[in-house]
C-alpha cells in the first residue's frame, strides 16, 4: 500500500484503488466516465422535468 493511512480520502475511503490492477483501475475509471457524461445528465433532466420513459429506464440498467 502506498497511501499514507493518516489521511483520509473521502472518494477512496478504503484505499481500495491501490489493491486493483491496472486493468481493473481502466474499467472503473471508463464506468464512472459514462455515468457522469452519459447517464447523469439524462437522470438529472428527468428528475427535474419529472417524466421518465421506459426507454430511460432500459439505459440506465
Not at 484505499?15 to 438529472?44: G, I
Request: one cysteine or more; a negative charge; aromatic letters at 12%.
Amino acid at each position: 500500500m502506498s497511501k499514507d493511512w493518516g489521511i483520509f480520502d473521502w472518494a477512496d475511503p478504503f484505499c481500495l484503488d491501490d489493491q486493483l490492477t491496472e486493468d481493473e483501475l481502466l474499467v472503473k475509471d471508463t464506468a464512472a466516465n459514462y455515468a457522469k457524461d452519459k447517464l447523469a445528465p439524462r437522470v438529472t433532466d428527468s428528475f427535474r422535468n419529472e417524466y421518465n420513459t421506459p426507454r430511460d429506464i432500459q439505459r440506465n440498467g
